[in-house]
Every structure is written in structure tokens, then in C-alpha cells.
């Protein structure tokens, strides 16, 4: 059974910084690309960030460049979404997702090229 567990969320001020966490779990995914998405109250799930399955590339949304970084760990099955400089907008549940992508130099961006995806974290800024 695949899973994908995200962790690392919580309530934090503006300005502050967290660290995310998806460990994946009943195949590797190693070779795909892994991504993040958003989804914040009344809103669609929105791209947030995604790294091919080297880590060479990686891609981020308008509003998170330069916050925003998405290491990942393939010896540890794990992907990070790094964030810095938080703002009430961040505020969200966050998605962990891995793609079928197989060996892609490319990280994906839209909802439809993922196929794995975790429960989600909270993640809520004060102002």
C-alpha cells in the first residue's frame, strides 16, 4: 500500500519558519518527481512546489519563490518543503504528492500528472 505521511505543520507568526516533511512509504519513488500543493480555506488546491526525481530541477509558484525551498532525500524516501518568511496567505492544509513521471528532467506543476497523494498538513499563520 502507498503511502505518503506529511508532517511538520503547525501554527506559527508571520515571519517564521517551518520545515515539512513527507516520508513515502510501499514503493519507492525514487525515479519520480515528488510536488507539493496548497489548499487553503474556500480556495482550490493550488501548485505549490515540485522537484524531478534527481533533484536537478525544481519549480516553484509566483508566491512562494525565494520563501520557498522543496529538498529531497531519496535515501530516506523523503521530500521537504522548506519555508521561510511566512505570511497569513500561507496559511493552508499541505499536500505531499508523488508523480508517475518516470526519470523526468521536468517537475510537474499540474494536479492531473500526480498520482500519490498524502493526507495533508495544517499549516496556519498569525499575523
Known amino acids: 500500500q502507498v503511502q505518503l505521511v506529511e508532517s511538520g505543520g503547525g501554527l506559527v507568526q508571520a515571519g517564521g519558519s517551518l520545515r515539512l516533511s513527507c516520508v513515502a512509504s510501499g514503493r519507492t519513488f525514487s525515479n519520480n518527481a515528488m510536488g507539493w500543493f496548497r489548499q487553503a480555506p474556500g480556495k482550490e488546491r493550488e501548485f505549490v512546489a515540485s522537484?524531478?526525481?534527481?533533484?536537478?530541477?525544481?519549480a516553484y509558484a509566483d508566491s512562494v519563490q525565494d520563501r520557498f525551498t522543496i529538498p529531497r532525500d531519496n535515501a530516506k524516501s523523503t521530500v521537504y518543503l522548506k519555508i521561510n518568511s511566512l505570511k497569513p496567505d500561507d496559511t493552508a492544509v499541505y499536500y505531499c504528492?508523488?508523480?508517475?513521471?518516470?526519470?523526468?528532467?521536468?517537475?510537474?506543476?499540474?494536479?492531473?500528472?500526480?498520482?500519490?497523494w498524502g493526507q495533508g498538513t495544517q499549516v496556519t499563520v498569525s499575523a
Open positions: 504528492t508523488a508523480s508517475q513521471l518516470y526519470h523526468s528532467a521536468r517537475p510537474p506543476r499540474g494536479q492531473n500528472e500526480y498520482a500519490y
Open positions: 522537484i524531478a526525481w534527481s533533484g536537478g530541477n525544481t
